[in-house]
């Protein structure tokens, strides 16, 4: 039987980080370089309402590793949601039965 490799997708809504997202990236970005090579990952970071620079700081970091994306929403399902959304659109193999 052919072993499906994993994806692994860390979905991260954020409003007004830009104190604690650097670290918070930094870690997820080390979790996800010590995966297997078998293994692949997508790190998606939704700003709601942010009126600092934590889109700035998303965009900065996380480069080719995910994406970022702004809403206007002001709650955090909503984020999550459209975080849920978009990493299922970015991957684009089979899903586990």
């Known amino acids: 039987m052919k072993r499906t490799p994993w994806h692994v997708a860390v979905l991260i809504p954020a409003r007004n980080e830009e104190v604690l997202l650097p670290r918070c990236l930094a870690s997820v970005i080390t979790a ?13 970071v939704v700003c709601d309402r942010s009126t ?3 889109l700035q700081i998303a965009e900065d970091m996380l480069g080719d590793r995910g994406q970022v994306l702004t809403i206007q929403e ?16 970015r991957y684009g193999g089979p899903f586990c039965h």
């Open 52 to 54: 600092d620079s934590t």
């Open 74 to 89: 002001g709650t955090v399902g909503h984020a999550r949601a459209a975080a849920a959304k978009i990493a299922l659109q």
């Open 32 to 44: 996800c370089d010590s995966l297997p090579s078998s293994a692949t990952a997508d790190i998606i």
